[in-house]
């Protein structure tokens, strides 16, 4: 991460230290400069897990609640406050989506029309984003989380591995299998025409 | 196009979406992780309470039972028991 100089001149690192630590000595105004900071990239993470707003909301509160439940364990040291906080959020997020293939609340591809595909340049990013979201949502957890990370936040094996717990080795395997199963759904759905007309534009 | 390369495809074009921000308000959250964090604690305040009266209880009794089993205690019945015998 690329430290950032704050109006003070002081480095984030420290600024973030110095809020966790005024923030468990009860500093109202600490914990909400340092929950405050970080809320945008927490919001566009909960994001790769739920297109609902409310759910979003709702999983970012719960990230802030977890980070201040656990924050007497953070420790500085070679990863910055974001990290440490992003690893919380994915977590919170693998949870959620447990919690609700639990449920057995899973997203359909229903209304994915082969004659609706058409060339990549002429596909929003927002409507990119929730075929994905739904494609990724037919992958059970494990794999989904992986293949989020992977596709939404360009994270590496590494990146990953530190995210969600899994050694690299494992998450590797995972990311392989993933692909193959998302290629099976496509295949089993009837769906080769719609994602290979994506490419090629047969609207 | 292959299906996955299309997939790799869409999330170069997903990846440049912009995600809605949200707006958590800082003041009730941190009342909500209060009151969390002492519900967390509360069990644990209960079991050391219990756990500690439990404790002075055995104490008590076992203070208790020595007391009555000690032998200046039953001394007088086992003299009373030898006066009887023939």
Redesign the interface.
Known sequence: MIPVALASGERLEQSDWRDCQNCLAGD?NA??AL??RY??RI??L???FTRD?DA??EL??EV??QA??SMHRYKPGPAPFEHWLVTIATRVGYQFWKSQARRGRMQTLEGLDPAAARQ?DQ????E??E??HK?LAQLPPADRLVLTL???E?ASIEEIARRSGWNKAMVKMRAYRA?GR??RI??DRN??EF??G???GTA | MEPLDAIDALARIARTETPPDTNVRIGPLLRACRAEKQWRLAPLAWSAALSAIAACVILVLAIHRTEITTVDSISPLFSAAQVQMP
């Open positions: 109202d914990c909400t929950f405050k809320e945008r919001a566009h909960m994001w790769r707003r979003q909301g970012v509160q802030f609640v201040y439940l990549t596909i929003e990013p927002a990119a984003a075929l994905l494609l992977m596709y939404f360009e692909r998302l290629r496509i295949e769906l080769t994602f290979t994506i490419g090629h």
